[in-house]
């Protein structure tokens, strides 16, 4: 009966999560089907007593020590003391950032988990398209409370495109329709107004688009919908609702998406700042 072998273990420390350099690791490894291959992460490494620390255990257990140490000292500190004590390690991210250095010209910031840092962006930036997806057109009140904006409205003032266009910003955004014959949610009255912005168009610009979205639609551009003196009733209303809101409004007649997404961040974030 053949001895099974001792497995084999791997100390990956890293000055961020540690995540990167155990992926590697752990792709590496899978390489070597006749044993075991153990592996620890050792994550938030910036000091000298905890690298002491995990150098005397590879010597112990005669181990490898992976490392994504991006700052120079820490990293070069870890290297000086693995030499001294005989154990084997393995830069994982070193070399790389070398070459694209000399390659690029380019100097490194030598800051750690930019990469965690990225990807949080990224996961932000897709949580709050969802989010201007469920929450558009009024579909759930409940996203009101919830949003980092409330755009208002009536149809044909470019709430949706805006809820898109904002949420690339990483910004939660809920908008809410205007009809006279709908009563506003409730939860539009108790949100904080500084959060919600009324869109105002003028009624000449809305009997436009409105008229011309019927003809693209291939439907009667003379419907109700596009009447101008509908159209003048819906922004009374409007007027009525925003006012008891106390929310800041933003002109769209003839202003293009990204000016008036750009003029919302600007207050937005003005007031955030106060």
Do not use: W
């Not at 690791?25 to 007593?49: L, M, W």
């Not at 809920?174 to 009563?183: G, L, S, W």
Request: aromatic share 8%.
């Amino acid at each position: 009966m053949s001895q099974q072998m001792q497995p084999q273990l791997i100390y990956v420390i890293s000055d961020s999560i540690g995540e990167t350099a155990e992926l590697v690791v752990k792709a590496a490894a899978s390489q070597f089907q006749s044993t075991t291959i153990d592996i620890e992460r050792v994550p938030y490494v910036n000091d000298k007593t905890t690298i002491d620390e995990v150098i005397t255990s590879a010597k112990e257990n005669q181990a490898l020590v992976a490392f994504t140490l991006v700052v120079p000292e820490t990293k070069h500190y870890l290297i000086q003391q693995a030499t001294n004590a005989h154990v084997e390690y393995i830069d994982i991210m070193g070399p790389t950032i070398d070459k694209m250095q000399q390659t690029f010209q380019m100097k490194p910031t030598y800051k750690p988990g930019l990469v965690h840092k990225l990807d949080e962006d990224y996961f932000r930036r897709v949580e709050a398209i969802e989010f201007a997806v469920k929450y558009d057109d009024g579909r759930d009140p409940r996203g009101i409370l919830r949003a980092d904006i409330v755009l208002v409205g009536v149809s044909r003032t470019s709430k949706t495109p805006l809820s898109q266009y904002l949420a690339l910003k990483r910004l939660r955004v809920a908008n809410v329709p205007i009809v006279p014959e709908v009563d506003p949610p409730s939860e539009l009255f108790k949100v904080n107004p500084n959060k919600c912005f009324g869109l105002r168009i003028s009624p000449k610009q809305l009997n436009y688009i409105r008229r011309e979205r019927l003809k693209a639609l291939g439907l009667n551009s003379d419907a109700n919908y596009a009447q101008l003196e509908r159209i003048e009733e819906e922004l009374q209303y409007f007027e009525k609702v925003i006012e008891k809101i106390g929310c800041p409004v933003i002109d769209v007649s003839n202003r293009a998406v990204e000016e008036t997404a750009n003029r919302i961040m600007e207050i937005f974030f003005k007031v955030q700042k106060r």
